[in-house]
């Protein structure tokens, strides 16, 4: 049998990053395929393709053997591509009935919206996946749930013959993802082309038919997911050697200087506990909606947890905001530099020193001079390379923003340093400038905490590492135990032995 949906040789890069190079896929008619990959795989991108979010820089896309392009995302709902994600793309202020006919609904002839029509399409559409939604109920009155089943009803409404499901179980209760199961297999019975991306394995081996494995956004291996182990996955997952280099250097760790005991958020994770120690390299690892930025935030004080301690040396700490944590010494980078580490229409050395005011001040005055020494100092330990401190920092490189992300903090004089993906988006050569000034933070005795989802990095800086799975600690790796695979296996939740 034919594939419905075929990609060739699909390439597509950002400035300083190969996110797809040379990759196929292939979607049968009646059949899920999973799309298995580590964060950073190549998953997301390949959906904006299939979506007409993005465009290719090479390759093509082939459906029913006939070659087609998605220049809008319009273009692929007209042709029968349609996604449903983690996060609906719903109007929570519109009816259910609304939202599934947006932007094709039924009309008179006369050209007027035929409301009898929308309300009696909706309400059978929504019964043939088994639902008994009332179509004139409010969107934002619905649980995460119930808006996925609206979201399937728009997909029907539209005809579509391809439904990419991304991460559709994350927020989900264990009754409502059998039910997900169930719609599942109803849209396989329609004839649909599913693509089914999930990091749970359970689910990969409980609803796929076939899987595709992309690792660094290349095309590793498919076939039928019955041929397959857990292990055999893995293996193909992070099949590769932590090839990078990373800066060598003494471990001098000194004593505890954070302890997090019975960390709870009522969402986001639960029973938190760990120690990290002066002069160490902390690593975070884990999947997609692990909970690990989700933590660090509020070990920051942008979120509260709903219980839990917090030790910093031999002081115990209520941290209820940003200004207790960096009263206490702790400061975060975070993995959105832009929205949430930066101002970008500000110079260099106004971002660097905005929490150093009081430093930088005198009787209520800004010193300007003040400023610029402060900033000259710690952009010189990062070799920021960029033409003068009043240069706007939108100007400057990913790479370059992430260093005067670092600096702002620094000139803080923390105890405990949270660099959440510290190099993401950023070019080899500026990866390495970080990774060198980490090493360099951790020889001065600062304590180190990194949330990666680069197994390289995480192996190649950690002293340990800390996974976590669906927001808990699932396992501490030490020594021998640091391999890509022992990683991997715990966050995906795979025993040793498969």
Known sequence: MPPVLSLRGISKSFPGVKALQDVQLDLYQGQVTALIG????????????LTG?????AGTITLDGKSVRFPTAQSATRAGVTAIHQET????????????WLGHAPRTRLGLLDWRSIREGARRLLAEIGSDLDPDQRLGDLGIASKHLVAIARALS??????????PTAALSHKEIHELYDLVETLKAKGKAILFISHKFDEIYHIADRY???????????????DVTEGQLVHMMVGRSVDQIFPSRARNIGDPVLTVAGYNHPTEFADIGFTLHRGEILGFYGLVGAGRSELM????????PSKGA????ADIRVIRSTHDAIAAGIVYVPEDRGKQGAIRALPIFQNITLPSLSRTSRAGFLRLAREFKLARDYTQRLDLRAAALDQELGLLSGGNQQKVVIAKWLAMRPRVIILDEPTKGIDIGSKAAVHEFMAELAAEGLAVIMVSSEIPEVLGMSDRVIVMREGRIIDEVTGERMTPETLVRAAAGISEAA
């Open 38 to 49: 580590e964060n950073g795989a190549g998953k997301s991108t390949i959906v904006k393709v």
């Open 53 to 57: 979010i993005y465009q290719p820089d």
């Open 89 to 100: 793309v719903l109007f929570d202020e519109l009816s259910v009935a609304e939202n599934i």
């Open 158 to 167: 539209t005809d579509a013959r391809v439904v990419i499901l991304d991460e």
């Open 212 to 226: 595709t494995v992309f690792r660094d956004g290349q095309f590793v291996g498919e076939g039928a997911i019955s």
């Open 297 to 304: 935030q509020a070990l920051f004080g942008i979120t509260r």
């Open 310 to 313: 917090v030790r910093i040396g």
